[in-house]
């Protein structure tokens, strides 16, 4: 018997005693599966553990084995999948039926320019990190491709350097996160795989799209794809 199962009838929420949910309480997991299941369906972005808990009413680690149970579910018997990306969960296609789904909403491709991809590496692995900071790494000019990429999200400022100037400090955001399929910063391989890895994504992802929640596979949700340039 997992968490969920089991659960008295007196810890149901109102709607639950109006009709509105179960109608046992054996029946409860069950139903919070289902209506997790929705939410990632419905979300435009990554659910964090705390914020289903919430929605759902549950303990945080109810919303784990329930997250659990809907892997299994979907592993091997579903083109879905449930992944953990960007601090959250989200419902996302599997890769290999990116091409079908490709074909139902297709946008621009982005390629990151040479220098603006140097740049988001510098960003990313020496974040919190300065313009003068970056330029001194790259020994080259960075605003364009700086500008660039705080306008396509994948970077944002976080504060200012102490000092004269104070010059602004930037880092990556969670768009960064989706689009490259990671957790959190922590799961940022080594950086030449990450660099070929990123060339991959970016020549058949879009970063600017409406449909950001129908990327492919990995890190987004239902796909787009197209061409065009950052």
């Given amino acids: 018997m997992t968490a969920m199962e089991g659960v008295p009838p007196q810890v149901l929420n109102q709607d639950e005693r109006r009709g509105h949910g179960p109608e046992r309480a054996g029946d409860r997991s069950d139903f919070l599966r289902k209506a997790l299941e929705c939410l990632l369906f419905s ?13 759902l009413e549950v303990a945080p680690s109810d919303v784990v084995i329930l997250l659990r149970c809907l892997q299994q579910a979907y592993e091997g018997r579903s083109g879905l999948m449930i992944v953990e ?3 959250g969960w989200r419902m996302v296609t599997s890769p290999q039926f990116g091409p079908y789904v490709r074909r139902l909403h297709p946008a ?3 390629r990151l320019s040479k220098s603006s991809l140097e740049v988001l590496a510098i960003i990313a692995y020496h974040q919190p990190i300065s313009r003068p900071e970056i330029e001194s790494l790259r020994g080259l000019d960075s605003e364009g491709a700086i500008q660039s990429l705080l306008e396509h999200g994948l970077i944002q400022v976080v504060g200012h350097r102490p000092g004269a100037g104070r010059a602004r400090l930037f880092a990556t955001t969670r768009k960064f996160l989706e689009l490259f399929g990671l957790r959190s910063l922590e799961d940022l391989p080594t950086l030449s795989d ?10 058949r992802s879009p970063v600017d799209d409406h449909r950001e929640k129908f990327l492919p596979g990995e890190g987004g949700n239902r796909p787009s794809d197209g061409q065009g340039n950052l």
């Avoid at 435009?44 to 808990?53: F, M, Q, R, Y």
């Avoid at 990450?194 to 020549?203: G, K, P, T, Y």
């Fill in 85 to 87: 990306v960007a601090g």
């Fill in 108 to 110: 621009p491709k982005v």
């Fill in 194 to 203: 990450w660099l070929e890895r990123a060339q991959q994504i970016l020549d």
């Fill in 43 to 55: 979300a435009p972005g990554p659910l964090s553990t705390d914020e289903l808990a919430e929605m």
